[in-house]
């Protein structure tokens, strides 16, 4: 069992940043890839990024490439998703998981944090 718990989610302006911090804890941290998902009210819940075992290798959505940056500090058993230049549109709830295998779909993870809610104001 992994156990994760996000923080760091708020209301933003738009253009504005935040980071999102994802801590796990049980098994060994760096033996999992770990995504970020999000999901909108009435809206399924999408892929945003995930970074390999070592931190070395990062994949991300179309819509948030280049204005989100995911990394990975296994010391301390925590993933980390620094968001710039914020948009009304990437108001949602937002997920870490933890997986085996590099993958877009959440069908892939195997363990999820309870989300933390960001809401970029225009």
């Known amino acids: 069992q992994v156990q994760l718990v996000e923080s760091g989610g708020g209301l933003v302006q738009a253009g504005g940043s935040l980071r999102l911090s994802c801590a796990a804890s049980?098994?060994?941290?760096?033996?999992?890839?770990m995504g970020w998902f999000r999901q909108a009210p009435g809206k399924e819940r999408e892929f945003v990024a995930f970074?390999?075992?070592?931190?070395?290798?990062?994949n991300y959505a179309d819509s948030v490439q280049g204005r989100f940056t995911v990394s990975r500090d296994n010391a301390r058993n925590t993933v980390y998703l620094q968001m710039i230049s914020l948009k009304p549109e990437d108001t949602a709830v937002y997920y870490c998981?933890?997986?085996?295998?590099?993958?877009?779909?959440?069908?892939?993870?195997?363990?999820w944090g309870q989300g933390t809610q960001v809401t970029v104001s225009s």
């Open positions: 998981a933890a997986g085996k295998y590099y993958s877009r779909s959440f069908t892939s993870y195997d363990y």
């Open positions: 049980g098994r060994t941290f760096s033996n999992y890839v």
């Open positions: 970074i390999n075992r070592s931190g070395g290798t990062a």
